[in-house]
């Protein structure tokens, strides 16, 4: 059994993490548990606006980790991050070693106070603003059919 490195980053949903962080972190660390993975680090990178909805999210909590794993276990651990609904995507990739200064890094967040910090301020809910009409552009009306009072031909 050979067994590689990898580094994963993992969106995670926000509402999850703003209950207990401990809570989203250890979706992602029991799914390598289970599959056997020995965890290096695992980590919150950072909290981002997403450039596009995922399963109706607009704002993911981003969380990077390393760990070694059996070539025979990736598949399934692959398909437990999909069907997670707390996991919204993530991206594994093989590396050859941990990168200077991650393991310190890690370290940090597991002081006794380390707090996830609040929101960004550009966390507010977007509001559906009207596309500005150009000057003297005409409304259109488009006849819409009543589809109550069809006929129905019979064959």
């Known amino acids: 059994m050979t067994t590689r490195l990898y580094e994963t980053m993992v969106l ?13 972190k250890g979706v ?6 289970k599959h056997g993975a020995k965890l290096h680090t695992a980590r919150r990178w950072d909290e981002k606006r997403l ?9 993911a909590t981003f969380l990077i980790t390393y760990f070694e794993i059996g070539n025979e276990h990736i598949h399934a651990l692959r398909r ?9 995507r993530y991206l594994m990739l093989r590396v050859e070693k941990l990168p200077e200064g991650e ?15 609040a929101p ?6 977007d509001v559906e603003k009207p596309a500005p009409r150009r000057e003297g552009a005409e409304e259109l009306e488009v006849p819409v059919p009543d589809l109550n009072n069809l ?5």
Do not use: C, H, M
Not at 12 to 24: F, G, P, T
Not at 120 to 125: E, L
């Open 80 to 88: 437990d991050f999909e069907l997670n609904e707390r996991v919204l």
């Open 151 to 155: 006929a129905v031909e019979e064959v």
């Open 12 to 24: 995670l949903d926000n509402q999850v993490v703003r209950e207990d962080w401990s809570k989203a």
């Open 28 to 33: 992602v660390t029991d799914l390598l548990a």
């Open 51 to 59: 450039a596009y909805p995922i399963r109706g999210k607009r704002r």
């Open 120 to 125: 960004p301020a550009d966390d507010a809910p």
């Open 103 to 117: 393991a310190e890094k890690a370290q940090l967040e597991q002081a006794a106070d380390f707090a996830v910090p």
